[in-house]
């Protein structure tokens, strides 16, 4: 089993930047990928980003290519979620998942590890 807990969701204006924290804990060998998505109420789950438990390789939605950037702190077992020129579309609750296997990594029912989610809200 893998834990993961978020954190570093809040309140920002259009064009803020935000950090999110993603701490792994127990089996964290047994993860492939560390993925991120975000969800809004009525919404379909959305993929974000993700990137390999090794860190060598991450990948990014369209969406938020070029503004947001995933990375990981191998001594922490810690991922984060750079946010940059946020924008009121990228409200959203936002989950950290963890995936055993190597794969289609954009797939969330494939996620193996999820954690209870942190908010960011993005005002004009």
């Known amino acids: 089993q893998v834990q993961l807990v978020e954190s570093g969701g809040g309140l920002v204006q259009a064009e803020d930047s935000l950090r999110l924290s993603c701490v792994a804990s127990?089996?964290?060998?047994?993860?492939?990928?560390i993925g991120w998505f975000r969800q809004t109420p009525g919404a379909a789950r959305e993929f974000v980003a993700a990137i390999t438990w090794s860190g060598d390789k991450s990948y990014y939605s369209d969406s938020v290519k070029g503004r947001f950037t995933i990375s990981k702190d191998n001594r922490e077992n810690t991922v984060y979620l750079q946010m940059n020129n946020l924008k009121p579309q990228d409200t959203a609750t936002y989950y950290c998942?963890?995936?055993?296997?190597?794969?289609?990594?954009?797939?969330?029912?494939?996620?193996?590890?999820w954690g209870q989610g942190t908010q960011v809200t993005v005002s004009l």
């Open positions: 127990g089996r964290t060998s047994s993860a492939y990928y």
């Open positions: 998942a963890g995936r055993r296997l190597w794969g289609d990594y954009s797939r969330g029912l494939e996620y193996d590890y």
